[in-house]
């Protein structure tokens, strides 16, 4: 780089001038702007390699400069920084674009740091060049990291579909989000690091819900150890408490050595109020699903199709109609409850590509464990069928199968379909496995395999 250049937007004249002076010195060219509107101008005219950027300016405020900006300049590094350090401000303005968050009064030490990390993948992106995900050319995909229920198993008996709880990565339109942190995601975090080395993880977490089986990997997470990493996890509140309380609690001294707030990545816990949003530019649609406490089922919308992942949810009918016949209440009542709410969900799944859905038990086992909050098979695929779904896959898998059982599960999944007439696409999730979504929709997805 010749003579780097950094604008500077700041409304308070003597902090912006400081600030100036320390970049001036260090040989680079600077632009300064007092608002968010002459600020957004003169990022376009000169195209700055780094930006510095208010949050409470008049105008334009400093979120909706990092979106602007951030539409038309990609390869720019916007650093935010504020006088105060409320993790939503943080979180809404890495949302909005920014690659840093950083707390008043800087240092040049401090600034220097973050700028040098945030300038090595410059040589990477040339000028106002998307990369190709962002370009939409690289086709999303799904990658499993852990398909199993309730309990890690590893072993002999479940070396081929795999023996850690619930985690699906997808990469689609230039997002990384991540469904679930059961133990599965410690593989991805060790991939992630080795992939992108030392470039900046960004990624979005979706929790479900916090069972264990759905949280329990977060810990053992490498990315959320390094100060580089920006790290969102989105979840609802739960039935006693909220989000960021029940994460924190499982790393609470007496169950893990480090605390949550130990954490050196810059890691922003939000709770979800709204059942549709986005992440980048992938649309989310949640529901929440039949099962004990709350839980959330979601669907991403990406540009080469949509992907559902409901990985606990137990069909309402078999539960309602034991409950009606525990609290004497009327059959059919019980039953035309349930019919309403099958079909709101076979609603939520219509004409999904990939859905990625609970089908913990066989028919037999389920028989023993109504209200347990999970599936059997045979329901999972006759709701998927339904919804004209195009591709499912059978999650969730119980603890106690082995692979043997879960293809056995598999065949006679697939012997129902072959009775309805349709083409739904059913397998068995299995760890390791990837999905490649094919850009153009008539193509057939395909599945790519590799050893993790
Ligand atoms: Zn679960
Ligand atoms: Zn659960």
Request: hydrophobic residues 40%; proline residues 6%; negative net charge.
């Amino acid at each position: 780089m010749l003579m780097p250049s950094v604008l500077i937007i700041e409304d308070d004249e003597d902090g912006r001038r400081a600030v100036a002076k320390l970049f001036a010195r260090a040989d680079w060219k600077v632009f300064e702007a007092a608002d968010g509107d002459s600020g957004v101008e003169l990022a376009l005219q000169n195209r700055p390699e780094v930006i510095l950027c208010d949050l409470l300016l008049p105008k334009s405020n400093g979120f909706q400069v990092c979106r602007t900006i951030r539409q038309q300049l990609q390869p720019t590094k916007i650093i935010v920084v504020s006088g105060r350090d409320y993790a939503v401000d943080r979180a809404s303005a890495l949302e909005a674009g920014a690659d840093e968050f950083l707390l008043k009064p800087i240092t040049w030490e401090v600034l220097q740091e973050s700028i040098d990390r945030l300038l090595t993948s410059i040589p990477k992106r040339p000028r106002a060049t998307a990369s190709p995900e962002e370009l939409g050319s690289v086709p999303p995909r799904i990658k499993l990291w852990g398909v199993r229920g309730s309990l890690p198993v590893p072993g002999p008996a479940t070396n081929r579909y795999g023996g850690n709880t619930s985690c699906v990565e997808v990469r689609a339109d230039g997002e990384i989000i991540v469904l679930d942190a059961g133990t599965g995601i410690r593989g991805l975090g060790l991939a992630l690091e080795k992939e992108l080395g030392p470039e900046t993880v960004k990624l979005t977490l979706l929790i479900t819900h916090t069972h264990w089986d759905h949280i329990q990997g977060l810990p053992f997470f490498a990315p959320v150890y390094i100060s580089k990493n920006l790290i969102r996890i989105l979840g609802y509140e739960g039935a006693r408490s909220g989000l960021s309380t029940i994460l924190a609690a499982q790393m609470e001294t007496p169950f893990f050595p480090v605390g949550l707030h130990e954490l050196q990545s810059h890691l922003a816990i939000e709770e979800l109020k709204d059942m549709e949003f986005h992440i980048g530019k992938v649309k989310v649609e949640a529901k929440f699903v039949n099962h004990p406490g709350i839980c959330a089922g979601y669907r991403l919308f990406t540009s080469a199709g949509s992907i559902a992942y409901m990985p606990d949810n137990e069909p309402y009918e078999p539960l309602k109609l034991k409950l009606a016949a525990q609290d004497g209440i009327d059959r059919n009542e019980a039953r035309d409850f349930a019919v309403g709410e099958r079909a709101k969900l076979v609603e939520f799944l219509r004409d999904c590509d990939v859905a990625i859905l609970d089908s913990q038990y066989t028919d037999e086992e389920y028989k023993a464990h109504v209200g347990w909050g999970h599936s059997p098979m045979s329901s999972t695929v006759l709701l998927a069928l339904d919804a004209n779904v195009k591709r499912v896959l059978l999650f969730h898998h119980d603890p106690s199968h082995d692979d043997d059982m879960i293809d056995r599960m598999v065949e006679q999944a697939r012997e129902l379909v072959r009775k309805s007439g349709k083409a739904m696409v059913i397998e068995g999730a299995r760890e390791g496995a990837e999905i490649v979504m094919e850009l153009a929709a008539q193509r057939p997805l395909k599945t790519v395999t590799s050893d993790q």
